[in-house]
């Protein structure tokens, strides 16, 4: 019987429900596998956590779920004893089974790892056992696929200058690292390569208030690596990352609801309130090279040679500023050095050097670079921030080298910082030199620093998930 001669194809009521089934399976096996969050707390009595309910509500609340430990009682789901021959996605989520299982007895059993360059230890770290391990893990093991569809400016290239040109350098950097393989069969996760930056640069009419062809940019990439790949409809982006410092990003990403839902955003404008989802998303620490390098912002005086309690200077921009001003910044006060503009001859940051607590707060968004300069040379922060995920924080306990604060703190900002013993501070001032090492932005990247942390929380956040063919 001739086979083509004979088939009828399925009627159009048929495809009507067989398809939404297939995609429905297909979303809830990926959707199963969502419920930890791998946190490197110290707290180890922690069982895991079921996203759909304390996810939401800490999500509710603006805060990290920080006490949320790593799952010791998870069990990896086991091959088959046959000879059955693995699928190359089989193999990769096999070798993640046996990473979480490093990482387990490393914090389980406290083991203590050797690196001759940098071992982390102390409060600064919520589990710096933990961490290391998964660290060095990640060295051995990690692979980004980088989809080399998309044509520069807009794709594979963003403006490593200015205060946003932390998302070009790491696009560069990602492009030509290590962790970068060809093979995506190999691949732990894929990135997409759209320069949020680039697209309003280059497809935004100004002053058109016209979100539209931006948004059909990022739309209209991700629909042609979905025709050309199976990766993306696979995991339904799940295991993609995009990466992005533009205040807009968070908006862009909604065109794609799978992008906005499951994909891990890598996002410098963290606002729990625009819903940033620290089980999944990365915070990006916004950085500014004023000449493009490291040059003249690492390093200040001791903390006994800092003669200002607190300082800031900066424009009005946004609610927490505007309340900052008009509290302190007019007073006779010679401990607070509260300025919208410096008076001339004097140096901004030679100020930040004479000054114990630093503050770093909102503008009309979440990110500032403030944060990351109070690091670099020595000056305590005072993340003074409605909603906001700090940069590490499943790593990093910022309250052991930061003050954290809200708007409603700031009529007794210095009543605050003065209740801090002289002991206390040297602590944090200390803690805050140890960590710097992770916001330190290296040509070529050096181990450690900002650019592996970045990779690390995708790390972490790719192993809170278990793909699976569908």
């Excluded at 819903?275 to 912002?297: A, C, H, W």
């Amino acid at each position: 019987m001739d086979f083509m001669n004979n088939y009828h194809p399925p009627s159009r009521f048929v495809w009507l429900i067989v398809v939404p089934l297939v995609l429905m399976v297909g979303y809830l096996g990926v959707q199963s596998s969502k419920g930890t969050v791998w946190v490197l707390s110290s707290d180890k009595n922690v069982a895991s956590t079921n996203l759909s309910a304390t996810v939401e509500a800490e999500l509710a609340k603006d805060q990290l779920p920080k006490k949320d430990g790593l799952d010791v009682t998870r069990k990896e789901p086991q091959m088959n004893s046959s000879k059955k021959k693995l699928s190359n996605l089989e193999r990769v989520e096999a070798g993640l089974g046996q990473v979480r299982a490093a990482i387990r007895e490393a914090q389980s059993k406290n083991q203590t790892s050797n690196d001759p360059e940098y071992v982390p230890e102390g409060p600064c770290y919520w589990n710096p056992k933990a961490f290391h391990r998964s660290y060095l893990e990640m060295e051995k093991h990690f692979k980004i696929y980088v989809y080399e569809d998309g044509e520069p400016p807009v794709f594979h290239y963003s403006s490593s200058k200015g205060i946003l040109g932390i998302e070009g350098i790491l696009i560069h950097q990602i492009e030509l690292s290590k962790f970068r393989t060809n093979d995506p069969e190999k691949a732990h996760v894929y990135f997409l390569p759209f320069s949020v930056f680039s697209i309003v640069s280059y497809v935004y009419v100004v002053d058109s208030h016209d979100w539209g062809p931006m948004k059909n940019t990022a739309s209209d990439y991700i629909d042609s690596i979905s025709r050309k790949y199976t990766y993306w409809n696979r995991s339904l982006g799940s295991d993609h990352f995009m990466l992005a410092c533009h205040d807009w990003a968070p908006e862009i990403s909604t065109v794609v609801p799978y992008l906005f839902k499951n994909s891990i955003r890598v996002l410098c404008n963290a606002n729990t309130s625009e819903r940033f989802n620290p089980s999944k998303d990365v915070t990006l620490p916004e950085i500014y090279l004023p000449q493009g390098t490291m040059k003249g912002l690492i390093g200040g005086p001791s903390p006994s040679k800092r003669s200002v309690l607190v300082f800031y200077a900066g424009g009005i921009h946004g609610y927490i500023r505007q309340v900052l001003m008009e509290h302190w910044g007019k007073n006779d006060d010679s401990d607070i050095e509260i300025h919208e503009y410096l008076p001339k001859n004097v140096s901004y940051y030679g100020m930040i050097r004479k000054t114990k607590y630093c503050i770093c707060p909102s503008g009309y968004e979440v990110a500032s670079p403030r944060m990351v300069e109070a690091l670099y040379m020595g000056c305590v922060p005072v993340l003074l921030k409605d909603h906001y995920v700090a940069p590490f924080s499943d790593v990093l306990n910022w309250k052991n080298f930061a003050v954290e604060m809200t708007s409603k703190d700031i009529p007794n900002l210095k009543k605050i910082l003065m209740s801090i013993s002289q002991k206390r501070y040297i602590k944090m001032q200390r803690r805050g030199l140890q960590v710097r090492r992770h916001f330190v932005v290296n040509f070529p990247p050096k181990r450690y620093d900002v650019f592996h942390m970045i990779l690390h929380s995708i790390w972490l956040r790719r192993l809170n998930i278990q793909v699976h063919d569908t």
